[in-house]
């Protein structure tokens, strides 16, 4: 195991337990979701839905037609503007929810009311911060989910910060040995008690797993 996705490294009930960055995470757009992303950039493919220009939607010529395209044509709701900066990686944000009762605006679809620093307030593209497209739902996907009509803002800003984790590489997993009595935990010899990846932000979730399963562990 290459060391340098290791983050942590302890004992507990008799076990060695590492704890380590995910290096194959699973795509959470590939998931059933609330929300559906329809993005767009010269370099990454994002989301569950791409598009190469506004003209692409419907004949749109700026982020914001894109957005009331969204609203007419696809009923979407809860439509909330996405951002990304792209500098040594890539972090996707939101921007503030399109009210489902007004139409969008250009100020709201600028790179101006993401959430990352100000470079230009006309849309599209800066330095390093771009409008990149929108996550919505619709009633459809609602009624398919049984999903709480009064928190749809919520469940699609975690839907949006999930998918931050998978591109920014916040994922974690866990490797419980017994370690042989040599005491190195890389030792053919040492027994594997078990493996789990997927456990997205915080690593304390990974570090709480492992802990529960080693407290179960029983030997032969």
């Known amino acids: 195991m290459n060391d340098d996705y290791v983050y942590e490294t302890f004992e ?4 060695t337990i590492r704890i380590l960055a995910d ?4 795509d959470p ?7 559906h992303m329809l993005c ?6 994002l989301g569950d839905e791409q598009f190469k220009s506004p003209e692409d939607v419907g004949g749109s010529t700026s982020m914001r037609e894109v957005a009331e395209f969204i609203r007419k044509e696809r009923g979407g709701l809860n439509i909330i503007p996405l951002f990304l900066y792209d500098h040594s990686g890539i972090t996707m944000s939101c921007g503030e929810t399109i009210p489902d009762d007004e139409p ?13 620093s100000s470079r230009t307030n ?10 990149v497209g929108f996550i919505y739902t619709t009633d459809e996907l609602i009624e398919k989910l049984g999903a709480p009509r009064d928190s749809l803002d919520r469940q699609l800003r975690a839907e949006v910060d999930e998918y931050d984790d998978y591109l920014t590489g916040n994922v974690w997993g866990y490797v419980i040995t017994k370690v ?4 190195k935990v890389d030792c053919p010899h040492s027994e594997f008690i078990d493996s789990c990846t997927g456990f997205n932000g915080d690593p ?3 570090i709480e797993e492992a802990k529960t399963v080693a407290e179960g562990y029983k030997p032969a």
């Open 12 to 15: 507990h009930n008799g076990l």
């Open 23 to 26: 290096q194959n995470p699973m």
């Open 29 to 35: 757009r590939k998931w059933d979701q609330l929300g």
């Open 40 to 45: 767009w950039h010269p370099e990454y493919v």
């Open 104 to 116: 969008a605006t250009d100020e709201q679809t600028s790179v101006e009311r993401g959430s990352f």
């Open 122 to 131: 006309s849309g599209g593209y800066a330095w390093d911060t771009s409008a």
């Open 180 to 183: 042989h009595e040599c005491g």
């Open 204 to 206: 304390k979730y990974a």
